[in-house]
Structure formats: structure tokens, C-alpha cells
């Protein structure tokens, strides 16, 4: 049997197999209902150990029953306008998916990860070449050295959802190069931030953004033909709701209008989530209080360690009411009751987009907003401000004289540099944090754990030693995955947004931000694609069909609309830098340290800015509309005629379902799949050894339509190198062996081409020196079948009797005039053309397709008809040249020959020395 990965598994199913004699049985029950119910349902399946408490099923679904899935999916796309084919490896996942875990009713096997009957399935993953065995750095040298920004290959293996974010940010990168350079010649010039020009540059930049990049997105989505996929889903959920109210004997009830409660479900959130925004904003002013204090007014002992308090305050309350938020939105999502995935998801995003939204812009709008303008406020009152303090601490603390240290009014002086240096912060600093934390830390808190669990816990692991040695390395890697986390997409999303939301509302303090987010976003994209494919970070993701980015396309528009207000207010504040301290007074702008001629400028300024880009994006995606894509103008009929989709879906979708069989997996039965080794633990760490490395061709993940590609395992241990190394020189040789026979086949090609030019010499003889009516053919003669050219005879030069008989007598035995030349009429030899001059009686065309003494076709001439022809010497030539060339060049071959078969003995020695070499490695590592 072939190693597991190259029949390719569909999906691994991660099992909790409790190895306690005590629920042994039970366990054993369970394990075997999920078996049937797979095999009942098309599918066959094989267990492999995953560790101490897990089984891996690898399961496959058969070519039939995939069909029957595929065809059902493609009449739900021809129902609801739905135009892809299923022909990626993406939609076999999704299909296969779908119909494992779809409940009975709706014709699935009704397997859902630890719910019911099934509690110990843990988790159903795609198998696919992320568990192939690589190299991390030859990995990222190759993702690097790629100059094209592509993801064919992600939507082919991963679905439509992760190949429309790097659609956008391969998009978005574009956009911002653009951006950037704008950015530059600003930052260049003399006002280098806060530039009222820079500023609706920058706003009008973002405008178009998202008006393009819908017309972008409507592109895809029609190119792809998932327009309209949701819809499927929110089918399905009412086909579910009425399959679980079905009743035999029921009253007619009109449709429940779920969308309507839901959404009155849904405005019950404000107020919840009014209440964390008042929380979170109040806690982020008081951090801000304190830092003020301990950076701007405090001037005793521990001062630089005393600012470094609310971070830390921040740091730590953060996650803390993330945690309380999320469980409280858990809370309302099951009590909006949300029945389908789509609305659920988006639900939980737009709740999530608060907190994020809160956590990322608040700070800056408090340092633009309210620190800058009014910090100047507080130096007059630093005395009443030591005086409070003193009376709330008391004097006899031993704290007190540290806490009154303060500065004195003379020496405070606020930070003018505050919001660029926020700024700063967020667009360089934190992103090269979010950079080590998303695509480093990983890897290094996966080996650590190891470490810890293996060295210092001692916990039991998993013993390989009865692994198949072609599967063991893939095995190791598809047991890696078992604790790594699940992939969403939306976590990539929401960093890009929130980079968006830093450029259009607070762009103008650092021209340059584009340009520096530009070089960050290609890096990220590099770094996506990579931890996406390598299976280093997630578990592979099951691939979705989406028609949108939604909702992150509304937190695209909210960003910008807020930007048309944040962004002008605060250029037009500080485009003159903040303005000298000013007397005291009430709490307006006219005594606000910052340049503003009047109120009345800053509200016709927010008024413009505001409604001008609320008029310019209605303007342009109702231009956009009227500029459709050919390959949207062509799915437009999804939404008008029934019948030119059902006849879209017969004659171009429907005969793209092709699947490849697999005959392998014919052998697998339920009692088979019982028979596996449970696994084996072992406590000392030294008993568990590394699984070796054997190369192996390996068949990659294809689809109907593809082609096998070649996968190698490298290899890391000094025994597998010098394997590395012969089987190196072993390829060279095979290389140099196939090089010579190709010169073979040029040789031969020459040898045809030089044959062919004596024949039509030879032919140019014959029509010469033919007769009227004779003809002349290509025919086969001599041992090896050449094609020669020969003459038919029409025999118009003899007298025939009125019955076809010849009346001539026949010649004398000893009669030398009457043998014929059969080199002028024919190729054949001299032996078969004395035989046919003896046989009188058999008069007519002389047939030329000599093949040699087995041939069954002969050649008859009737000599005592014909008349003795000149015999000319031209066809004679050509054979003789012919024949000449022909030895010439069976001598070159015969010396080629002679050189290969040199060669295949090295080759066949190097094999067998690897071979060899192989087997002892595997000696060594049973004895060890």
C-alpha cells in the first residue's frame, strides 16, 4: 500500500481516544458508531495515533458520492445565480465539509465537533501540503524572492474569504504607493505636517479608495462567481427551521419574520455597550491624568520609572475588559439567535470593532483634543495642586515629601511634541511589535513548550517507532497541528482597517506614515502568504465562499466619515504649531492653545469637509455602477431569467465536475479501520526518537484538472546528507544518461531527414524513367521496414486476350532476356524477382511491399508481359547512398548505445548503493 499522504486524505478528524481501561469499552463503542456512520455515507476511512489522548482519522470520500454532493451544490448556485465551478481543491473541501457536518435532515452525516453523540470529536481539518516537510528559512527565501504579489494559489486551496483579503491588501497596497509619494513632495517642502492641502489630498485619496475598491470587489466576486453565495446560507438556515418545526398535521403559518426580531435584538446592545465605552474611556483618562502628572508635574525621585505606571495600568486592564466584553457578547449573540454563520460572524465583528475602535484612536484623540489645547491650563494651579495633595496624604506619611515634589510654574513646560511622537508610536513601533508577536513569538513559544513539556514536565509522548517510515515525518507534522490554533481571517482584516483609520484621521501629523505603511504592507503580505502555507501558525482553515467584505467595508466608510472630521479640525489647529500659553479663562477655544481665528472657521470647516465627502461617495459609487465589468454585465441574467441559468448551469458548470479516483481507498473496510494500533506512550523522553527522514515522490494535492507535482523531504541527520549527496550524484548521471539519449534522437531525426532526401532523389529517378501509365508509390522493404519508393505497372504495353490470358509463350528455362531488373521497377531483391519471372500464369500489377521472408504480402509480376525496360542506374544510386548512410549511422548509434550502457551501470550501482546505505540508517535507528 501507498504511504498515507500520497492518497490523499480529504480530512483528518482529531479524536479523543481515552486510553483508561476503566472507559475503554465505551470508547470503543463510540469510535466505532463514528466509523459506520462514515462508511454508511460514502466515506472510507484509516486511524493513525495522534498522541497520548488523540486518534488522527484520516477519512476520503468516494468519487460517487462526492458527485452526488457536487451536483447538489451546483443546483443551489443555479437557484440562487451562483456561477463558479466546482473544479479547485477549495470546493472539494467545502463541499466534503458541508456535507459531513450538515444534519441528517438536510442530507448530511450530521458529525459536529463536540456536540451530542459526538463530544470526542475534537475538530475535522483539510489535509493538504502545509504538512509537507520544508525548510523555514528556504521557505521565506523563496516567498521573498517572489516579486509578483499572487493568490491563485490560495484561492485555489483556501476559498474565495482569504483570497479576498489579500485581494485588498494587495489593492490596498497600490493605493498607497500613490499615497506615498504625494507624501514625500510633502514632507519635502517647508510646512513638512498639519497641511491643510496634505489634509483633503489625503481625504479625497480615501474617497476614491473605497469607491474603487468596490468596483474592484463586485469584479472579483463575478470573475470568481460567488455573487449572491450568502443567500445559500440563509436558505439552508430556513430549510433547517422547517425541517425542526415540521409537523404531519399542521395549520398554514406565514413566514416568521426572523430578520425583523433580530435586528430589534441587536439595538438592545447599545446600551450594554454604551456602558463598557463609558468604563473604558473613563479608566483611559484617569491613565491619562497620571501620566501627565508623573511626566509633566512630578519632579521627584523614580521619575522615569514612575512613567512607565500607566502603560503598565493600561497593558493589564485592557485584556482584562476585553475578556468581560467578549463573554458578555457571547451572552447577546445567543440571545439574538442568529441562524446561520454569516449573520452570527458579522454580528460578532461589528461588537469587537468597538472595543478596537476605543483602544487604538482614543489616545490620540485625547492628546489632539485635550491635552494640547488645554495642558497650558494647569500651570497656574500647580500650587492649589500641592496643597490638595498634601491634605489628602497628610504630612506625617513618609511618602508625602516625595508625592508634594512638584515642578514649579516656571519650569512646566508641555509636551508640543506629544502627538507626533503618539503618532509615531502607533504607525512604526507598534506595528514592528504586532510583527514579532503575529509571525515570531509563535514559533518560539511552540518550541518552548516542547521543551518545557518534554525536559521539564516530563509529560508522556507519543512513541513512533511503528510508524510507517514513508509517512513518519508527515505524521509528525500533522501531529503538530493537533495544538495549534484555528485561522480567521478577520484578525488580519481588522489590522489592515485600523492601520486605514491611523492614515485618514491622523495622516496629516506625519506625511510620511504612507510610505512607511506601504513598506510594512508588503512585508505583511509576504509574511501572511507564508504562515498561511507553511502550517507552522494554524491549522489549515476550511475555506468559505464570501460575495463581500462586509462588514469591513462599513468600517472602511465609518473611518473615512470620521476622518472628514477629525482629520481638517486637527490641521487646521496645529498647521502653525501649538500656540503660546494663554491667559486663564473658561474652557473654549478662545483660550486654547491653538491657532484658530474664530469658531466660526473650524465649524464651516468640519461642515465642508463632512458633507463633501458624503456628496463625492454617493457621486461616485453611483458613477461606478454605470462601469461594469463584461464578466458582470454577463452574470446580470442570474437575477432576471431562470432559464438562461438553467441553461448556463447544463452546458458550462455541470460538465466540470470531474473527480480523479483513487483505487486505494476501495480497500479500506469498517473492520479494517477498527484494526489499528491504539497509542503508545512512553515517559522518558530519550525513548522517543525523531522520525527519519526518507525521501520519498511525493504526489501533490491536486484536482481533477491538475496535474502530480513532485514534493521532496530534505533531510537533517549526517547519515540522510550523505544519502542527499549520492542520490545528487545518482541525478547527474540520470541527467547526462538522458542528455545522450536525446543526441540519440536528434541522430535518428537526421537519419530520417537524410533518408527522405535519397528517397525523393530516388523518386525523381523513377518518374523519369517510367512509362506511360505507371505509377509510381512509397512502399516498405528490407528487415527493418523502410519506406522506399517502387513502380506499378499498368501493363497498357501488352496485348491481352479477350479473357485477361497472356497469349505469349513462356520463356526458355536458360532464357537469361526474360529475368526482369528489379531494381528499376522495385525494392525488392533479386531472389523474389527470379521467383516471380518463373510463374508465368500470374500476370498482372506487380505489387512492391516487400517485408521480409514472414511478411504475408508477396509481389507478382507478370515478366512474360512485359517488355525488357532500359535499366537505369538512378534508383540503384539512391539505394546504395541510402544504404551507406544508413551504416554510417548505425555506427554512431551503436557507439551512443555503448556509452549509455555505461552509464546505466553507473547509474545502477549508485542505486544500489543508496539503497544500501538506506537500509543500514534504518538498522541504526532500531537498534538506538
Not at 474603487?212 to 463575478?222: A, D, I, K, V
Not at 502603560?311 to 463573554?327: C, E, G, H, K
Not at 512646566?412 to 510583527?435: C, D, K, M, P, W
Not at 479640525?569 to 503660546?580: D, I, S, W
Request: a neutral charge; one cysteine or more.
Amino acid at each position: 500500500m501507498q504511504p498515507l499522504q500520497e492518497i490523499e486524505p480529504d480530512f483528518y478528524i482529531s479524536y479523543f481516544y481515552d486510553t483508561d481501561a476503566t472507559h475503554k469499552s465505551t470508547t470503543e463503542q463510540e469510535l466505532t458508531k463514528l466509523v459506520d456512520r462514515l462508511y454508511d455515507n460514502g466515506f472510507a476511512a484509516t486511524i493513525r495515533p495522534g498522541d497520548a489522548n488523540h486518534l488522527l482519522i484520516f477519512i476520503k470520500l468516494s468519487s460517487d458520492s462526492y458527485i452526488e454532493q457536487a451536483e447538489k451544490d451546483l443546483m443551489k448556485n443555479y437557484e440562487f445565480g451562483v456561477t463558479s465551478k466546482d473544479d479547485t481543491l477549495s470546493a472539494r473541501f467545502r463541499i466534503i465539509h458541508h456535507y459531513l457536518t450538515s444534519s441528517v435532515e438536510l442530507g448530511g452525516v450530521g458529525i459536529t465537533p463536540a456536540e451530542g453523540i459526538w463530544k470526542n470529536v475534537i475538530d475535522i481539518v483539510p489535509v493538504t501540503d502545509a504538512f509537507n516537510d520544508t525548510q523555514l528559512i528556504e521557505e521565506l527565501k523563496i516567498n521573498f524572492s517572489r516579486t509578483e504579489l499572487s493568490t491563485n494559489k490560495i484561492k485555489k486551496v483556501y476559498g474565495i474569504q482569504i483570497a479576498l483579503y489579500f485581494e485588498f491588501l494587495k489593492y490596498y497596497i497600490y493605493w498607497l504607493a500613490g499615497l506615498s509619494v504625494v507624501g514625500i513632495f510633502q514632507y519635502l517642502k517647508k510646512t513638512r505636517s498639519f497641511s491643510l492641502t496634505y489634509t483633503f489630498i489625503n481625504l479625497i485619496w480615501g474617497t476614491l479608495f473605497l469607491a474603487f475598491w468596490h468596483r474592484r470587489e463586485q469584479y472579483l466576486t463575478n470573475l470568481w462567481g460567488v455573487q449572491n453565495c450568502h443567500e445559500i446560507e440563509d436558505h439552508l438556515a430556513e430549510l433547517a427551521q422547517i425541517n425542526k418545526n415540521f409537523e404531519k398535521k399542521s395549520s398554514y403559518t406565514h413566514k416568521s419574520n426572523n430578520g425583523g426580531y433580530r435586528f430589534v435584538k441587536e439595538l438592545l446592545f447599545i446600551p450594554i455597550a454604551l456602558v463598557f465605552v463609558a468604563v473604558l474611556i473613563s479608566y483611559q483618562l484617569g491613565c491619562f491624568f497620571i501620566e501627565i502628572f508623573l511626566t509633566d508635574i512630578y519632579d521627584g525621585p523614580g521619575k522615569s520609572l514612575l512613567t512607565l505606571l500607566p502603560t503598565v495600568l493600561i497593558v493589564v486592564f485592557v485584556p482584562i475588559l476585553t475578556i468581560i466584553y467578549n463573554a458578555v457578547t457571547d451572552i447577546v449573540i445567543k440571545f439574538e439567535g442568529h441562524d446561520n454563520q454569516y449573520t452570527k460572524n458579522n454580528s460578532i465583528l461589528v461588537k469587537q470593532f468597538i472595543l478596537n475602535f476605543l483602544t487604538s484612536y482614543v489616545p490620540l484623540i485625547i492628546t489632539s483634543f485635550l491635552y494640547l489645547p488645554f495642558a497650558h491650563l494647569i500651570g497656574p494651579h500647580l500650587g492649589d495642586l500641592q496643597l490638595t495633595i498634601s491634605s489628602y496624604v497628610g504630612e506625617n506619611r513618609f511618602f508625602s515629601k516625595y508625592l508634594t515634589k512638584l515642578k514649579s510654574q516656571r519650569d512646566f513646560q508641555i509636551n508640543q511634541g506629544r502627538l507626533n511622537a503618539q503618532f509615531f508610536y502607533f504607525i512604526v513601533t507598534n506595528q514592528v511589535i504586532q510583527i514579532v508577536l503575529k509571525y515570531v513569538l509563535p514559533l518560539i513559544i511552540t518550541k518552548v513548550t516542547n521543551i518545557i513539556q518534554t525536559k521539564v514536565q516530563k509529560k508522556p509522548q507519543l512513541k513512533v517507532d511503528n510508524d510507517n517510515p514513508y509517512e513518519s515525518i508527515w505524521l509528525h507534522n500533522v501531529r503538530a497541528s493537533l495544538n495549534l490554533p484555528v485561522y480567521n481571517v478577520d484578525d488580519d482584516f481588522r489590522g489592515l482597517i485600523l492601520q486605514y483609520g491611523y492614515l485618514i484621521m491622523f495622516g496629516p501629523v506625519w506625511p510620511l506614515a504612507p510610505l512607511v505603511s506601504l513598506i510594512f504592507d508588503v512585508v505583511i503580505f509576504k509574511l501572511d502568504n507564508f504562515k498561511l502555507l507553511s502550517g507552522r501558525y494554524f491549522k489549515p482553515p476550511l475555506p468559505k465562499r464570501v460575495d463581500s467584505t462586509h462588514p469591513w467595508n462599513l468600517a472602511l466608510f465609518l473611518l473615512t466619515w470620521l476622518g472628514s472630521v477629525i482629520s481638517p479640525v486637527v490641521t487646521a489647529f496645529y498647521r502653525h504649531g501649538t500656540a503660546p500659553p494663554k491667559s486663564m479663562g473658561q474652557l473654549t477655544f478662545d483660550n486654547a492653545s491653538v491657532h484658530l481665528s474664530s469658531s466660526v472657521f473650524l465649524v464651516l470647516l468640519m461642515f465642508f469637509s463632512e458633507h463633501g465627502f458624503l456628496i463625492l461617495s454617493y457621486v461616485l459609487f453611483k458613477f461606478s455602477n454605470l462601469f461594469k465589468s463584461q464578466v458582470e454585465w454577463e452574470n446580470d441574467f442570474v437575477e432576471n431569467d431562470m432559464k438562461l441559468r438553467r441553461d448556463h448551469y447544463s452546458n458550462h458548470v455541470k460538465p466540470t465536475i470531474k473527480v480523479r479516483e483513487c483505487p486505494d481507498w476501495k480497500n479500506f473496510t469498517p473492520e479494517g479501520t477498527m484494526d489499528f494500533q491504539p497509542p503508545v506512550v512512553v515517559t522518558d523522553a530519550g525513548e522517543v526518537h525523531e522520525p527519519e527522514k526518507i525521501p520519498t515522490k511525493k504526489l501533490g494535492y491536486t484536482t481533477s484538472s491538475q496535474h502530480y507535482t513532485e514534493t521532496t523531504v530534505t533531510s537533517r541527520s549526517e547519515q540522510a546528507r550523505l544519502i542527499a549527496e549520492k542520490e545528487k550524484l545518482l541525478k547527474e548521471r540520470q541527467a547526462e544518461l538522458k542528455r545522450l539519449e536525446q543526441d540519440h534522437k536528434i541522430g535518428a531525426k537526421y537519419d530520417k531527414a537524410s533518408t527522405s532526401d535519397a528517397n525523393t532523389a530516388s523518386v525523381a529517378a523513377l518518374e523519369r524513367d517510367k512509362e506511360e501509365g505507371d505509377t509510381v508509390i512509397q512502399a516498405k522493404s528490407g528487415p527493418n521496414g523502410e519506406m522506399k519508393p517502387s513502380t506499378i505497372d499498368s501493363n497498357k504495353h501488352i496485348n491481352d486476350d479477350p479473357f485477361g490470358a497472356s497469349v505469349l509463350p513462356p520463356p526458355a528455362p536458360n532464357d537469361k532476356s526474360a529475368e526482369v531488373d528489379t531494381n528499376k521497377f522495385s525494392t525488392q531483391d533479386s531472389k523474389t524477382a527470379h521467383a516471380a519471372a518463373a510463374a508465368p500464369q500470374a500476370g498482372g500489377l506487380t505489387t512492391t511491399a516487400g517485408k521480409g521472408p514472414d511478411d504475408k504480402t508477396t509481389s507478382v509480376e507478370g515478366a512474360d508481359q512485359q517488355k525488357p525496360k532500359p535499366s537505369g542506374s538512378s534508383s540503384a544510386q539512391s539505394e546504395a547512398s541510402n544504404d551507406s548512410l544508413s551504416e554510417s549511422r548505425l555506427g554512431t548509434s551503436s557507439k551512443q548505445s555503448g556509452n549509455q550502457g555505461g552509464l546505466k551501470k553507473i547509474v545502477n550501482g549508485a542505486e544500489k548503493e543508496v539503497k544500501s546505505t538506506r537500509s543500514g540508517i534504518k538498522k541504526l535507528f532500531k537498534k538506538t
